[in-house]
Structures are given as C-alpha cells and as structure tokens.
C-alpha cells in the first residue's frame, strides 16, 4: 500500500471504531489488512461516508459529488462493497417503488460473517489474530453480547416455566422466513487445517425474516420450511452443539456453536469468567449423590466447565453457561438445569440491543477519560 492508502485504511478503522461495536487499532496494522481485503482505497473514501443508521443514497450522494459524477456511479460503486461484504443494504417499500438503505457494518456481527462466499485462509487467520490483539476486548467490553445461549429442549421440564423467548420451536414457529446457511466459523477452520471435532454438519447458520433477503441476495444458503429447520435443530441438540440467538425477543439469526471452531465462544473461553458475557437464564449443577462420575458431561460441555473431582462432577459456574447440554446425557439424570434468579428479558430487536450497547459503550468511554 502507498502512504496514501494507508492513510484511508486507518481513516475508515477510525470511522468504524464509532459504531456501537468499534474497530479498534492495533500495532501490527491487521485490522487494516481485513479492511483492504474488502475495500479498494477508492471504495473505502466512499464508506467512511456512510453511518450506522440506514440512509438514502441521495443523502449520501451529498456528502460524495466532489468525487462522484452521478447517484448511479455511486449506486454501482455502493453495490460492489455490499457484494463484496463492506457494507449493509436495507430494502423498503416505498409507494410503487422499492427504495434501497445503505449503512457501515461492524465487523462482526458483520463483515467477517459477510466473507462467506470470499473466505481465504489470509483473510481467516488475519481475523483470528485481531480477535486476539484487540476485538475480544472490543465485543466483550460493555458485557452486552450480541448473542445469547437457549438451553437445549431435553434439558428442560415442566417445572422450568420457560419463557417463551428461551424455547427454540417457539422462535422458529413465529419465524416469517428461515434460510439455512454454511457456518463461516467452520469454514474458516477448515481453511486452516482445524475441522471441527463436535461435528460434521456445516449448514449450521440461519437467518430469520427480514435478513433472509439480504442472504438470498448474496446467495449465502437456501431457504427452508419450519419443518426442515427444526430437524436440522435435533441433529443439532444430539451433537452437543450451543443453540445462540441474536440477542433479541425477535431474533434474525440462530447461530450452532462448538468449542473448537466457534469465534466467540473460542475467545469467551480464554477470559476468566464467561458466564458474565453470555446472556442466559440456567445455569447447570450436580447432584454429587447420583452422580456416577462416567465423565460423559465432560465430553458434552462446549465450555470445558465441568471435570470430574474426586469421581463426582464438578461445575464451574464462572464457565457454565446454561446450555443444558450435560443434562439431556447423563445417564444417571445427575444434573439438573436451575433457573438463575433474575430473569434475563432480551431487547425487544436489533436495533434496541444496539442502542444498549452504544449507550453503555459511550459510558464507559466517559468513565475513562474521567468525566461523570
């Protein structure tokens, strides 16, 4: 890259570190190599003219006819980034007319997960390392996940009273439209050598009602019944994989997580207590004068919680997240799922959860710089 470009890159990384999931810098400069990987310097002067919140392309054509000569130049160059995975287009209808939305992406939720039908092993591992250098503690800083953890349907009995938003059949029933896509987690991992130990399955993503156009557009997945969804979810619950919603009463994606090709559950791993970053109502706990210590919820637990001690099972409640994995297998019926005291009630949508987290990433920012 000439000076110059580099001067856009690290423009558009300050541009995206505003959003209510930032971009931060970092030493070696990898967060500008994910972002060349997507953007021509070109491309990347128009996208730090576009804002979090969804906009038409006359109003930003405003703020670009210095360097554009048309609104369908503009139209054209704002396609490509979208297809290339830069960028979100939102489509409403308008009248007669369908009027197109155009706004950043945070990385991810985002842009990594957009690199479906792009992704290298460069780009993969690239990702990997600004996880660690910087993005981890990015998306982990308000403690505001953009996921949450549901507990699997055997886990559960009766007596759980589970809302309505914690039951799986629930969300898929009141989904309008699921499309069922490749996971880019496993794809990456099995760009760089490391298949995924939990399972061979790979079509594990959905996407429910209004983003399936966006991955329809891009040719992502394919588009199946509530049927078809929920038997993909039993061979699901029967490999012992994480059932995460968006974090929202309405969810518009249902991600399947292992512990081994998962980047966020990878990553929550490696802090001291993830239970804080994960939203969720259970927790799971033994029964030490059942239990037979046969390690057969060791094999199960995605979040390496439990271990045998003294030939009973141990849960460490700083890594537990309320799956209820361990319980739909253990042949004794040792563990039971226990409802956490305080009910956590998701954000009523996206846009909700992402005001949270701007407000308490402004907050935080406040509080390091001192004022009150």
């Known amino acids: 890259m000439i000076e110059n470009d580099l001067d856009i890159y690290r423009k558009l990384q300050q541009h995206l570190d505003q959003l209510p999931i930032g971009y931060p810098a970092t030493e070696s400069g990898v967060e500008l190599r994910l972002l060349k990987h997507v953007f021509t310097p070109e491309e990347a002067e128009i996208a730090l003219k576009l804002r979090f919140v969804?906009?038409?392309?006359?109003?930003?054509?405003?703020?670009?006819?210095?360097?554009?000569?048309?609104?369908?130049?503009?139209?054209?160059?704002?396609?490509?980034?979208?297809?290339k995975g830069g960028i979100r287009i939102k489509r409403k209808i308008k009248g007669d007319n369908i009027v197109?939305?155009?706004?950043?992406?945070?990385?991810?939720?985002?842009?990594?997960?957009?690199q479906l039908k792009r992704l290298t092993k460069e780009y993969y591992e690239d990702f990997e390392q600004y996880m660690d250098e910087a993005f981890r503690d990015e998306i982990?800083?308000?403690?505001?996940?953009?996921?949450?953890?549901?507990?699997?349907?055997?886990?559960?009995?009766?007596?759980?009273?589970?809302?309505?938003?914690?039951?799986?059949?629930?969300?898929?029933?009141?989904?309008?439209?699921?499309?069922?896509?490749?996971?880019?987690?496993?794809?990456?991992?099995d760009l760089i050598g490391k298949p995924c130990k939990q399972s061979d399955m790979r079509e594990l993503c959905f996407v429910l009602n209004d983003s399936v156009d966006h991955a329809l557009d891009l040719d992502w997945g394919r588009v199946i019944s509530k049927e078809e969804a929920l038997k993909i979810f039993e061979k699901v619950q029967e490999e012992g994989?994480?059932?995460?919603?968006?974090?929202?009463?309405?969810p518009s994606f249902i991600c399947c997580c292992c512990g081994c090709c998962c980047?966020?559950?990878?990553?929550?791993?490696?802090?001291?207590?993830?239970?804080?970053?994960?939203?969720s109502n259970y927790y799971a706990e033994v029964d030490s004068d059942i239990c037979i210590g046969c390690e057969t919820c060791v094999d199960?637990?995605?979040?390496?919680?439990?271990?045998?001690?003294?030939?009973?099972?141990k849960v460490n409640q700083d890594l537990c997240i309320g799956c209820g994995n361990c319980i739909s297998t253990c042949p004794e019926r040792a563990l039971t799922l226990i409802k956490k005291e305080t009910e956590y009630i998701p954000p009523k949508d996206t846009t909700e959860l992402y005001m949270r987290i701007m407000h308490k990433r402004a907050e935080l920012r406040r509080f390091e710089k001192g004022i009150e």
């Open 54 to 83: 969804q906009e038409p392309i006359e109003k930003i054509y405003r703020r670009v006819k210095r360097k554009i000569s048309s609104i369908e130049e503009l139209e054209k160059i704002l396609d490509t980034i979208y297809k």
């Open 263 to 279: 980047d966020l559950i990878t990553n929550l791993k490696k802090l001291e207590k993830p239970w804080e970053l994960i939203c």
């Open 241 to 250: 994989l994480l059932i995460q919603p968006g974090n929202a009463l309405n």
């Open 300 to 313: 199960r637990c995605q979040m390496d919680a439990i271990q045998i001690l003294d030939k009973i099972a």
């Open 100 to 114: 197109k939305l155009y706004q950043n992406a945070f990385l991810a939720v985002g842009m990594f997960e957009y």
């Open 140 to 189: 982990t800083s308000t403690k505001i996940n953009q996921l949450r953890t549901i507990p699997v349907k055997k886990s559960l009995t009766p007596t759980h009273n589970i809302a309505t938003y914690d039951q799986l059949r629930k969300i898929i029933e009141n989904a309008e439209r699921i499309l069922v896509m490749e996971c880019v987690c496993r794809k990456g991992k």
